[in-house]
């Protein structure tokens, strides 16, 4: 599995240019990603090939404006915050608002980068308007990047926060333990998640999330890659790790129903959509793991 590597400029010496929103928002060249409740405006409507839309700032109504960056063209790219309710773009036959579930793989690998970002920054312009130390009210600041309180003073910036995700395997390496949590109802199973607490390592993580959620001890664990993930603002780290013992698994019966050992062909049944289980979708870390413990890749 490889590490992605950002195609995509954040520009992060443009936010602190006064007044630079008004002015990009006045320059025609200028390109616009809106997102509304968690999904962004999306071109094609079969889904073979979508592309996320990218708009004149003069289609966009009213907003919460942030800056995203520069493209491959070095064009740069705005986000427009859309309330739920608003309706400030006309969306045409075949256009439609999807999320990042939604579309899965399908982005090219800048829209896809520019959708997480997008969505991720999206969501706390949307959700923290308030300073949380002292509830007063904020100004945006760093085009969209910071929040500076109008009563304490303290400035504040976009959270992330760390998760560990790990594909847990047999010692002959054949088998691929995974879990059903209980919000799926037992229809589809994935790698073992949780966040970091405060002061864990993400090594401690990963052992304690195996103890609690699967009753397995880990022999040996490496770290593979990460994902960001905007729900609501995840920063998963993903871990490939080899179990100690494999006689004593069992689901925690309250965030995971159940706990089972596949193997090989199991998961290659599974990742081809047959068969009763369920995979991740292809757009997560989970799915990636899995899959390349199936193809026998480090």
């Known amino acids: 599995m490889t ?41 094609g409507a079969d889904l073979d090939e979508p592309q996320l839309l990218r ?35 006309d969306t045409a036959p ?20 520019l959708l997480i970002e997008a969505l991720a920054l999206g969501g706390w312009l949307r959700d923290a308007p308030f ?18 309180c109008l009563v304490c003073g303290r400035e ?7 998760a560990v995700i790990v594909a847990v395997e047999s010692a002959d390496g054949e088998r691929l333990l995974l879990g059903a949590n209980a919000n799926w109802g037992g229809r589809m199973y994935s790698c073992f998640a949780g966040f970091t607490e405060a002061g864990e390592s993400l090594e401690t993580t990963v052992h304690r999330e195996l103890a609690e959620e699967a009753g397995v001890r880990l022999a040996t664990l490496h770290y593979v ?8 603002r995840s920063l998963m780290l993903g871990f490939r790790a080899v179990a100690l013992d494999e006689a004593e698994v069992r689901a925690d019966g309250e965030e995971i129903i159940d706990v089972r050992w596949f193997t090989r062909d199991e998961i290659g049944t599974a990742l081809a959509g047959e068969g009763p289980v369920g995979l991740p979708g292809p757009a997560s870390i989970a799915r990636a793991l899995i899959t390349a413990w199936y193809e026998g890749r480090a």
């Open 131 to 148: 300073c949380p130390t002292c509830g007063g009210g904020t100004e945006l600041r760093q085009a969209g990047w910071s929040r500076r």
């Open 3 to 43: 590490t992605m590597r950002a195609s995509f400029d954040r520009a992060a010496e443009l936010r602190a240019e006064a007044g630079v929103i008004e002015r990009l928002r006045a320059d025609d060249t200028t390109r616009v990603i809106a997102v509304r409740d968690g999904r962004a405006r999306i071109a």
């Open 94 to 113: 075949d256009e439609t608002w999807l999320g990042l579930r939604d579309l899965g793989a399908r982005l090219g690998d800048e829209d896809s980068e």
């Open 156 to 162: 504040h910036f976009p959270r992330t926060d760390p």
């Open 225 to 232: 890659s990460s994902q960001p993930w905007p729900f609501p």
């Open 55 to 89: 708009v004149a700032p003069s289609e966009v109504g009213e907003a919460t404006w942030a800056l995203l960056g520069r493209d491959s063209e070095g064009v740069v790219v705005l986000l427009a915050v859309l309330t739920p309710e608003a309706d400030t773009i």
